[in-house]
T-cell receptor
């Protein structure tokens, strides 16, 4: 099976940049999505096709994908960005989620 | 506006069959490029992708659960049903369904999610 690995947690100060990596074998050959899930809520798509933002998602959310690692970057992090973040890709037309990263805004 | 709503029994006994229904509005499963996926989340744990069904009745399953899951659609009723047989306490969690858009090979994303339904498996 295909696995996506993320660090369990990332801490960031308000106004600073948070970088969340997602690792998988030859991940650059797949399109990656990122989902934000706040406590008690459903996940929200924040990045699709590696780097595209759905309408309504702030420009401070950006993404990249190269080699074995995709990265979600949150610029000028705000307290409301505190949440769990999951990367997701498709392997042989089946979905795979990453292990999830809890972003704490200190 | 696309909305999805999951429904199902809140409690299920081990070894029984769990049937979950996703009722949606704002889109149809008739046109190409549309699907509905199921995802679950055990308490305090990560998301787990379960299955997807597309407009053309193509179905894909999580390989680790393939032999326990069945996904079907009722296009006129705007519903997708997920059936899981032989449930176990480890199947306890919140089950979500999500609108899935297909733009090309590998270009798939789940852009609108339901609020989820909580299922507890216990004897």
């Amino acid at each position: 099976s295909y696995d996506l690995t993320q660090p369990p947690s990332v801490s960031v100060s308000p106004g600073q940049t948070a970088s969340i990596p997602c690792s998988g074998d030859e991940l650059e050959k797949k399109y990656v999505c990122w989902y934000q899930q706040k406590a008690g809520q459903s996940p929200v798509l924040v990045i699709y096709q590696d780097k595209k933002r759905p309408s309504g998602i702030p420009e401070r959310f950006s993404g990249s994908n190269s080699g074995d690692t995709a990265t979600l970057i949150i610029s000028e992090t705000q307290a409301l960005d505190e949440a769990d973040y999951y990367c997701q890709a498709w392997d042989s037309s089946t979905g795979v989620f990453g292990t999830g990263t809890k972003v704490t805004v200190l | 506006q696309i909305t999805l709503r999951e429904s199902g029994p809140p409690l299920v006994n081990p070894t029984q069959t769990l049937t979950l229904t996703c009722s949606f509005s704002g889109f149809s499963l008739r046109p190409s490029g549309v699907g509905v996926a199921w995802i679950r989340q055990p308490p305090g744990k990560a998301l787990e992708w379960l299955a997807v069904i597309y407009w053309d009745d193509d179905k894909r399953y999580n390989p680790s659960l393939r032999n326990r899951l069945t996904i079907t659609k009722d296009t006129p009723k705007n519903q997708v049903v997920l059936t899981m047989i032989d449930v176990d306490p480890v199947d306890t969690g919140t089950y979500f369904c999500a609108h899935t858009a297909v733009w090309g090979v590998g270009m798939i994303y789940m852009d609108v999610w339901g609020k989820g339904t909580t299922v507890t498996v216990f004897s």
